[in-house]
């Protein structure tokens, strides 16, 4: 069994900042990359940033410059610092891990729940 539990969503006024956060935990033999998604009502699912385990990153055009995602892999960790942020960033904000359990060399995904994150005034 695995899990991603995410936090750090919430209310914002536009120009502020959040810091989201996921915690994977289980029967974990390895994390490859990981990464954070989104998806605004009405659309598509769509990647925000992705991290390696080497820590190359990439993210989508909207956001860069803006957020920043970080892990720390002794924790299997994954954080995005979101700066500046803009009523379009509203959306639920999901943790996506690519982990190898104990039990299957395979390399499945895992999705966290799921946090809100609202840009408004």
């Known amino acids: 069994q695995v899990q991603l539990v995410e936090s750090g969503g919430g209310l914002v006024q536009p120009g502020g900042s959040l810091r989201l956060s996921c915690a994977a935990s289980?029967?974990?033999?390895?994390?490859?990359?990981m990464g954070w998604y989104r998806q605004a009502p009405g659309k598509q699912r769509e990647l925000v940033a992705a991290?390696?385990?080497?820590?190359?990153?990439n993210y989508a055009e909207a956001v860069k410059c803006r957020f920043t995602i970080s892990r720390d892999n002794a924790k299997n960790t994954v954080y995005l610092q979101m700066n500046s942020l803009k009523p379009e960033d509203t959306a639920d904000y999901y943790c996506?891990?690519?982990?190898?359990?104990?039990?299957?060399?395979?390399?499945?995904?895992?999705w966290g729940q799921g946090t809100q994150v609202t840009v408004s005034s």
């Open positions: 289980g029967s974990i033999f390895s994390i490859n990359a």
């Open positions: 991290i390696t385990r080497g820590g190359r990153t």
């Open positions: 996506n891990a690519k982990i190898a359990t104990m039990f299957s060399a395979r390399v499945d995904d895992y």
